[in-house]
């Protein structure tokens, strides 16, 4: 068995996961339903993680195996990658801020796709629709969510506009 970094970050996880359920069970159930259901997916997770990094094995029949340790998650992120990833995230917050929730997410969605993964147009608006339709009938139908107009809406209210 090996206790190391791994191990402890499992473990931290597995008790902060199983910490939030148990709170949220206490909840009325629209308002558990996300941190009891995201809850349970980090703890299984952190438990099989936590599981494979105590059970690991470096000597199989007395050879040293390779350590698969250094993956790409170990090396250091190219920089560009990294401004281009914090530009994605803050242009998905500024989209927020301007239009609102209900319009910036399928907005994001065809954004990122057909500018940043080069999809097609089918597939950009397929995708598009289908994630409009699951974050609709999640939040606004099925848990009642309220959610705030963007800048743009608030403005063109007051323009007389909308």
Known sequence: MRYGGKTLMSLGLLVIAAWVVIGALKWPLRVALFP???GTLVFLM????LL???FERKEVNGKKVKDNSSSWMDQPLPTRKM???SAWTMGFFLLILLFGFPISVP???FLYLKLHGKEGWG???GL???ALACF???FVWLLSTPFPEGWVQKGLRVLGIG
């Open 36 to 38: 009891v259901v995201v």
């Open 46 to 49: 952190a438990t099989g993680k």
């Open 52 to 54: 494979l990094s105590l």
């Open 83 to 85: 401004l281009l990833a």
């Open 107 to 109: 907005l994001f969605t």
């Open 123 to 125: 597939m950009s608006i």
């Open 128 to 130: 598009s629709v289908s």
């Open 136 to 138: 609709y009938g999640l």
